[in-house]
């Protein structure tokens, strides 16, 4: 089945730990991107990537790393820089990022807390 | 940073009644889409509206956009409970060459049987 994958659902991490998030798609996409949730908020982006080995930070990048390595993988690494880390996190990909037509494809998400 | 506002902020309904959500925005646009997520699950894509439509239908679904007012409407007939989700809707931007979208904070639609 074609799609986009995340792992862990639920993730939880002690304070000073550095966590990275999984996302995986066969979907033959070039753009990837990462978005944090928070209750009763929209989504705000993290980071994004429109080809492989190379990114660009979003909104709210702080805290945060990616890597880009190969076209189906797009990892979230969220480091013990991020002050509230505890969120809902969504990882998406999306036909050529230029297009400005293209719909975004979301993964499942992973709740990550902060114990 | 946030670029849409939908409006309600929640909406409750009967199984059968129209939902109306609606959705404002700042800037200049290329498209604008709804999204709908269901509770601690992923974001599924519903429309998308280019900026020289006016109106669009799926299904149940009908999308209006008035880009002389900023705004867009979405129509949910004949609502079912399978319908409870969160509905968001993103931009965007006109010229941009990197398509990012723009979420607002989301409508929370609950249909009760």
């Known amino acids: 089945d074609g799609g986009i994958t995340q792992s862990p659902k639920y993730l939880f991490r002690k304070e000073g730990q550095n966590v990275t998030l999984s996302c995986e798609q066969n979907?033959?996409?070039?753009?990837m991107y990462w978005y944090r949730q928070d209750p009763g908020q929209g989504l705000r982006l993290i980071y994004y990537s429109q080809i492989v080995n190379d990114f660009q930070k979003g909104d709210i990048a702080e805290g945060y790393s990616v890597s880009r390595e190969k076209k189906e993988s797009f990892p979230l690494t969220v480091t013990s820089a991020q002050k509230n880390p505890t969120a809902f996190y969504l990882c998406?990909?999306?036909?050529?990022?230029?297009?400005?037509?293209?719909?975004?494809?979301f993964g499942p998400g992973t709740r990550l807390t902060v114990l | 940073s946030q670029q849409g506002e939908e409006d309600p902020q929640a909406l409750s309904i009967q199984e059968g009644e129209n939902a109306t959500m609606n959705c404002s925005y700042k800037t200049s646009i290329n498209n604008l889409q709804w999204y709908r997520q269901n509770s601690g699950r992923g974001l599924v894509h519903l429309i998308l509206i280019r900026s020289n439509e006016r109106e669009k239908h799926s299904g149940r679904l009908r999308v209006t956009l008035d880009t002389s007012k900023k705004s867009s409407s979405l129509l949910i007939t004949a609502s079912r409970a399978a319908d409870t989700a969160s509905y968001f809707c993103a931009t965007v931007d006109r010229g941009s060459t990197l398509g990012r979208l723009y979420f607002g904070r989301g409508t929370q639609l609950t249909v009760w049987p």
């Open positions: 998406a990909s999306s036909t050529r990022a230029g297009a400005g037509n293209n719909e975004q494809f």
């Open positions: 979907l033959n996409h070039d753009a």
